[in-house]
C-alpha cells in the first residue's frame, strides 16, 4: 500500500505534537487490482522522541472497514502496529 498521512497544515499547527490527521492511500492487490483506503484518526508524538503514535480508523472501497493503531518513526520514515477488522 502507498498513501498519505496527512497532519496540521497551517503555520500555526506547524509544530503540533498532537491532533487530528487523515490518511488517503491505494492498495495493489494480487489479482492486478486495486483498492482505495482512507481514514481519520489523531496522532501524539512520543515524548522526548521523533515519533508518532497514529490511532486511526479507516474504509476500504471493498467495504471493509479498518482500524490501525502503530508508531511513526519519522526519522527512519517506518511505521510498525497493527490492523484490526471493523471500527
Known amino acids: 500500500m502507498f498513501g498519505t498521512l496527512r497532519v496540521p497544515s497551517t503555520k500555526a499547527e506547524g509544530a503540533a505534537t498532537s491532533g487530528a490527521c ?3 492511500g491505494q492498495s495493489f492487490l ?3 487490482t486495486t483498492s ?3 481514514g481519520e484518526g489523531d496522532f501524539e508524538q512520543v515524548n522526548g522522541k521523533n515519533q508518532w503514535i497514529v490511532n486511526m ?20 520514515r517506518t511505521f510498525q502496529g497493527e490492523m484490526f477488522e471493523g471500527k
Open 36 to 38: 482505495l483506503v482512507v
Open 57 to 76: 480508523h479507516m474504509d476500504n472501497s471493498n467495504g471493509d472497514q479498518l482500524h490501525s493503531k502503530g508508531t511513526i518513526d519519522l526519522q527512519s
Open 22 to 24: 487523515s490518511w488517503v
Open 30 to 32: 494480487e489479482d492486478g
